[in-house]
């Protein structure tokens, strides 16, 4: 079984709407998660960390971390055609140099 | 901006042929790593580095080989490709707990 799981696979937002993302993982020694943004043709971008429970807010993104049920979440309000992309999920140990990584959520976002 | 540089970007190679993918990063950053990127597997870990004249496994080790002579440089080495390694490759360089930075990524196909 994959340590982290994203959900949905793929999600189809209208402009201007709501894209929501979920994380799981089955590893209680996960402390750092991050979500990362890749378009077509790029490698991986960070878009935001978080390492405590709660939201982070940065912009249009919004991450929610709970650490009791090991679940990440991001958050993209007022989508824009240029959100359309590849969203993944990531974690680590503290201290430990590998991310581990989930399997992607790809992001459409129809005008 | 931390900057990794990939080369070439896109190669055609003969199965049985040897294979090097270089990356060079202007960063400083102690760790760097090769990943493989396939449709409905997410980013799968092939080899890292902690350092200049250090090598480790990933999750995918088999058929790669890696070098890194220095910090700035890390290459990945097919020495007999394989169909099967027909992928996208990304180099990417971070250090502990911060964020990861990718290449821009080398499409491979063996033919």
């Known amino acids: 079984q994959q340590k982290v799981q994203q959900s949905p696979e793929s999600l189809s937002v209208p402009e201007g709407g709501m894209a929501s993302f979920n994380c799981t993982s089955s590893?209680?020694?996960?402390?750092y998660f991050w979500w990362y943004r890749q378009h077509s043709g790029e490698g991986p971008k960070a878009l935001m960390s978080i390492f405590s429970d709660g939201d982070k807010k940065e912009g249009r993104f919004t991450a929610h971390l709970n650490k009791a049920s090991l679940h990440v979440s991001l958050h993209i309000r007022d989508s824009q055609p240029s959100d359309s992309a590849l969203y993944f999920c990531?974690?680590?140990?503290?201290?430990?140099?590998?991310?581990?990584w989930g399997s992607g959520t790809k992001l459409i976002i129809k005008p | 901006e931390a900057a990794v540089t990939q080369s070439p970007r896109n190669k055609v190679a003969v199965t049985g042929g040897k294979v090097t993918l270089s990356c060079n990063q202007t960063n400083n950053h102690n760790n760097m790593y090769w990943y493989r990127q396939d449709t409905g597997h997410g980013l799968r870990l092939i080899h890292y580095s902690y350092g200049a004249g250090s090598t480790e496994k990933g999750d995918i080790p088999d058929g790669y080989k890696a070098s890194r002579p220095s910090q700035e440089n890390f290459s990945l080495i097919l020495e007999l490709a394989t169909p099967s390694q027909t992928s996208v490759y990304f180099c990417a360089s971070g250090d502990r707990d911060r964020e990861v930075f990718f290449g821009k990524g080398t499409r491979l196909t063996v033919v």
């Open positions: 590893d209680r020694n996960f402390q």
């Open positions: 990531a974690a680590s140990e503290r201290g430990n140099y590998q991310l581990i």
